[in-house]
């Protein structure tokens, strides 16, 4: 069976049935296929909030983390009494939690066409907290960041070429903006308006779920890339921006294939688009700025998702300790 498409979440919902058919066939009890059933159910429903960002392949140990974290916050918004330890889940219950996402997932290595194995995720994972699972996300570095944009800006005056702006504004999307790729991907000129204060744009995306919202990115950010296409290119406002050459829409395998050839040519070691959403996470959290104000521009529609970028470094410890 194939393992992946890049459709993350249809992805999980395929091997979900393929696991639970072949579970009815094995000898399992009742309240053993109910609880694998619910689990991995509610696996799907945490993984929502990366459908755009991910790929099986990109799952690693920190992910299966995040989903105990996950289920622990959902927990406490439920209203569950705190046990001893001061958690809302017992560890048996998050072991038993556990051992279903882990039986899952080893089917999908056995089964898997390419051969490719999760085993190795699962070795020695503990229930860590949601700063030593932030320490292993990928993002880029404030150094990073300045190398990828200045290799977009060397493209744009070197080629000067549709490809070049458009590369620009897709990563510029992502990075600032906090766009999903799949939003990105859609993108029309008419979605872009400026906002009452003028230093805005407010962007129209398509996103989770099938609804319209509101995105974020400030004006300067992307004038530059708007004014070609609209200037230069004579782009009409219902007109799809990230396009090939062949004027098709651009699917996320070639984004994904464009962008970490971006980062190959800036000289950044790191691959994938999530990482870009994720750096603008990051670059918001390490200024302090409100969570609810991330879980705004993020548009995360739970706030567990947004603190999951929460880190507590020895300068914020200190600067919160510290007398002024």
């Known amino acids: 069976?194939?393992?992946?498409?890049?459709?993350?979440?249809?992805?999980?919902?395929?091997?979900?049935d393929a696991y639970l058919g072949w579970m009815n066939t094995q000898d399992y009890s009742k309240n053993t296929l109910d609880l694998y059933g619910r689990t991995i159910n509610q696996f799907i429903e945490y993984s929502l909030s990366?459908?755009?960002?991910?790929?099986?392949?990109?799952?690693?140990?920190?992910?299966?983390?995040?989903?105990?974290?996950?289920?622990?916050?959902?927990?406490?918004?439920?209203?569950?009494?705190?046990?001893?330890?001061?958690?809302?889940?017992?560890?048996?219950?998050?072991?038993?939690?556990?051992?279903?996402i882990k039986g899952y997932f080893t089917y999908i290595t056995d089964n898997n066409d390419e051969l490719y194995?999760?085993?190795?995720?699962?070795?020695?994972?503990?229930?860590?907290?949601?700063?030593?699972?932030?320490?292993?996300?990928?993002?880029?570095?404030?150094?990073?960041?300045?190398k990828l944009l200045n290799t977009l800006e060397r493209a744009k005056a070197k080629k000067g070429d549709y490809n070049s702006y458009r590369n620009s504004l897709l990563v510029k999307l992502m990075l600032y903006g906090g766009l999903r790729i799949s939003e990105a991907l859609s993108i029309r000129l008419e979605d872009f308006e400026v906002g009452q204060d003028k230093d805005m744009y407010h962007i129209n995306v398509y996103g989770k779920g099938g609804k319209y919202?509101?995105?974020?990115?400030?004006?300067?950010?992307?004038?530059?890339?708007?004014?070609?296409f609209r200037e230069v290119e004579k782009l009409q406002g219902d007109d799809i921006v990230m396009r090939t050459k062949n004027a098709t829409q651009l699917d996320r395998v070639s984004a994904s294939t464009i962008v970490n050839?971006?980062?190959?040519?800036?000289?950044?070691?790191?691959?994938?688009?999530?990482?870009?959403?994720?750096?603008?996470?990051?670059?918001?959290?390490?200024?302090?700025?409100?969570?609810?104000?991330?879980?705004?521009?993020?548009?995360h529609s739970n706030i567990a998702t947004t603190t999951v970028y929460a880190k507590a470094t020895n300068k914020s410890v200190a600067d919160a300790l510290i007398s002024k």
């Open 1 to 16: 069976m194939q393992l992946q498409t890049d459709d993350f979440i249809k992805d999980l919902e395929r091997w979900r």
């Open 213 to 228: 919202q509101t995105a974020y990115i400030a004006k300067t950010t992307i004038d530059s890339e708007l004014e070609y």
């Open 50 to 100: 990366y459908q755009d960002e991910m790929l099986l392949m990109d799952i690693r140990s920190n992910y299966f983390a995040g989903f105990i974290n996950y289920l622990e916050e959902e927990a406490r918004l439920k209203g569950r009494k705190q046990n001893r330890a001061g958690k809302y889940l017992a560890k048996s219950t998050k072991d038993a939690y556990m051992k279903a």
């Open 261 to 299: 050839r971006i980062y190959t040519q800036a000289g950044i070691a790191k691959k994938g688009l999530h990482i870009l959403r994720h750096t603008l996470a990051m670059r918001l959290t390490q200024r302090d700025v409100n969570p609810i104000v991330i879980k705004k521009i993020l548009r």
């Open 117 to 146: 194995t999760f085993d190795r995720y699962f070795r020695n994972i503990k229930q860590r907290d949601r700063s030593k699972q932030e320490e292993k996300m990928k993002y880029l570095t404030e150094d990073e960041v300045e």
